[in-house]
């Protein structure tokens, strides 16, 4: 059983088009993150977002956390190559002693 | 201030062979996890270990694989008489301030059983 639910699978578009994937769960969760993954490499974290409707913003990039804290959702404005890489959202839930992932988002950015 | 160092990069093992992933969490970190990871998966949860102790391995198999975190030196994944299976990407991450301020990775090391 997959905890955390990522959409899409995998995403191509074209440079300069705007994006949003997405992370759901039935779970509740104290803290959600985001990290990004280039091939080869390990994960590298993005955020983290831990208030219910928090949103917090990295240049282009917004991360929203669900109100019910159950889900979060990643936009990425006027995509550019150097996004192209894996997404994937984990999160910890209260009592936990390690951050579960889900399967992760692939994304590709077409110059 | 180096990051988390995981040696080596890629290894490659025959059937039956032992092999040793190491891990050197950042400096000050005493919280080591390791994850695994195979194509198109997300990371899947192994072991978590502070120094000395292991705290958390329900995502270890119970035969063949054991890891530590010694007072002194690395982390150490050791999966004893591997198979085919076994290969896949395996991820070192430390952390000190909580699981809500997320995890420090390494660069994984590649295991290739042949």
């Known amino acids: 059983t997959q905890l955390l639910e990522q959409s899409p699978q995998f995403l191509s578009i074209q440079e300069g088009e705007n994006l949003t994937v997405y992370c759901n769960s039935s779970s509740v969760f104290s803290s959600l993150q985001w990290y990004r993954q280039e091939p080869g490499e390990g994960p590298v974290l993005l955020v983290t977002v831990v208030t219910g409707g928090e949103v917090k913003k990295l240049k282009r990039l917004t991360f929203q956390f669900g109100d019910a804290r159950k889900d979060s959702s990643l936009h990425i404005t006027a995509a550019q190559p150097g996004d192209t890489g894996l997404y994937l959202c984990a999160g910890a839930r209260s009592g936990d002693d390690k951050i579960i992932f889900g399967k992760g988002t692939r994304l590709h950015i077409l110059p | 201030n180096a990051g988390v160092m995981q040696n080596p990069r890629h290894l490659v093992r025959r059937r039956g062979q032992e092999a040793r992933l190491r891990c050197s969490p950042m400096?000050?970190?005493?919280?080591v996890y390791w994850y695994r990871q195979l194509p198109e998966e997300g990371l899947k949860f192994m072991v978590y270990?502070?120094?000395?102790?292991?705290?958390?391995e329900s995502g270890m198999p119970k035969e063949r694989f054991s890891a530590e975190f010694p007072k002194e030196g690395p982390s150490i994944l050791r999966i004893q008489q591997v198979v085919r299976g076994d290969s896949a990407a395996y991820f070192c991450?430390?952390?000190?301030?909580?699981?809500?301020?997320?995890?420090?990775f390494g660069s994984g090391t590649r295991l290739t059983v042949v």
């Open positions: 270990l502070q120094k000395e102790n292991i705290i958390d």
């Open positions: 400096k000050g970190h005493s919280h």
């Open positions: 991450a430390s952390s000190e301030q909580g699981l809500d301020y997320g995890y420090t």
